[in-house]
């Protein structure tokens, strides 16, 4: 029987900007832009395609994930697969976009949808939080009522209790039966935490996202936590999951720290293993984002895939949000 020759691959890289309808604030940062690696594998008669937003926190910028990228692209264009690009780069959105379009381009060349070759069952729509950023609590309150009533919101603190505990009081004022959720993005201490926690109980939030600064999780052993905490900054990759056992309740998932589909999906099984609750989250990447996202989406408690819905344009066809919903068409991303 004759050897079936091998297609070669090619790579395209390219970078595209998505200004925001108003900056975003959260602790310690205000962005105006999403910046995002786009990664297309070709084989010739199928193209696989895959973004990155990259990791602020962690100097992950449009830069670093361009170079990151390149540095591989012999590799790529020489062979290598989805499973040798885990060890080929690190964690990071260029590893991201990358193993991304490596899951585009296989469920292309296989006619099959990506959550098929992922072992998944067919993805259903996913009740997703819409974010409020930090600003002032009237405004937030006012900006919490615009949502549709289904729609669990997650609201951004900045490490100002006084300012935190207003902007949560607004909110639930102004939301008295919607699920929320609050991100401290690392603004608080392990002696400004204990003011919050007794308000965000007390006003019926769900979760507590980040309270401190990554590597200060040892801070946590000991603490009686009131309402479950979420680890993000704190639950970078696979490595860091297990670390999370006492000290949070879930883990926060986000393509773009772990570097992808393939790593996400381990995170979200180990994480079940460990007895610890999974959420899904993102970079406020474009749809593009979302779609691996959302796959992840069907094995969490909580998803947090609203970046779109920040951006002064997004891609055609997107994500669509109805009724407090995520649901995405295959068309985006990862369809035979």
């Known amino acids: 029987m004759a050897t079936q020759r091998i297609r070669e691959l090619t790579l395209d890289l390219r970078v595209e900007r998505f200004p925001y309808h108003q900056p975003f604030r959260i602790s310690g940062h205000v962005f105006t832009e999403t910046a995002l690696l786009v990664a297309e594998i070709s084989d010739g008669m199928h193209v696989g395609r895959g973004e990155g937003a990259g990791v602020y926190y962690l100097g992950d910028d449009i830069d670093h994930m361009v170079a990151e990228a390149e540095r591989v692209r012999a590799a790529i264009e020489g062979g290598a697969t989805r499973e040798a690009l885990q060890q080929l780069l690190p964690p990071g959105g260029a590893r991201n976009a990358l193993d991304c379009a490596f899951w585009d381009l296989e469920a292309k060349q296989a006619g099959?949808?990506?959550?098929?070759?992922?072992?998944?069952?067919?993805?259903?729509?996913?009740?997703?939080?819409?974010?409020?950023g930090a600003d002032r609590p009237e405004v937030m309150a006012k900006a919490a009522l615009a949502f549709d009533p289904a729609t669990p919101v997650k609201v951004k603190l900045t490490g100002d209790v006084e300012e935190d505990i207003a902007r949560v009081a607004a909110?639930?004022?102004?939301?008295?039966d919607a699920w929320i959720g609050v991100d401290a993005n690392q603004g608080y201490t392990i002696e400004t935490l204990p003011e919050l926690l007794p308000v965000l109980v007390a006003h019926?939030?769900?979760?507590?996202?980040?309270?401190?600064?990554?590597?200060?999780?040892?801070?946590?052993?000991?603490?009686?936590?009131?309402?479950?905490?979420?680890?993000?900054?704190?639950?970078?990759?696979l490595g860091d999951t297990a670390a999370l056992v006492g000290r949070f309740d879930v883990v926060n998932i986000k393509l773009d720290k772990c570097g992808g589909l393939t790593e996400g999906l381990a995170i979200?099984?180990?994480?079940?293993?460990?007895?610890?609750e999974v959420m899904v989250g993102n970079m406020m990447g474009s749809s593009l984002s979302m779609a691996p996202s959302y796959l992840v989406g069907q094995l969490c408690d909580i998803v947090d895939l609203d970046g779109p819905i920040f951006l002064a344009r997004d891609?055609?066809?997107?994500?669509?949000?109805?009724?407090?919903?995520?649901?995405?068409?295959?068309?985006?991303w990862g369809g035979a």
């Not at 909110?171 to 008295?176: E, L």
């Not at 891609?315 to 985006?332: F, K, Q, S």
């Open 112 to 132: 099959r949808p990506a959550w098929a070759l992922a072992g998944l069952d067919a993805p259903k729509p996913l009740r997703s939080t819409m974010t409020l």
């Open 171 to 176: 909110i639930r004022a102004a939301r008295p």
């Open 204 to 237: 019926g939030v769900a979760v507590l996202e980040q309270p401190l600064r990554r590597g200060r999780e040892a801070d946590l052993d000991g603490l009686v936590r009131p309402l479950p905490f979420a680890a993000d900054e704190s639950a970078v990759t």
């Open 268 to 276: 979200a099984h180990e994480a079940r293993r460990l007895g610890l």
């Open 315 to 332: 891609r055609e066809p997107g994500v669509v949000y109805h009724g407090g919903m995520i649901d995405c068409p295959e068309a985006i």
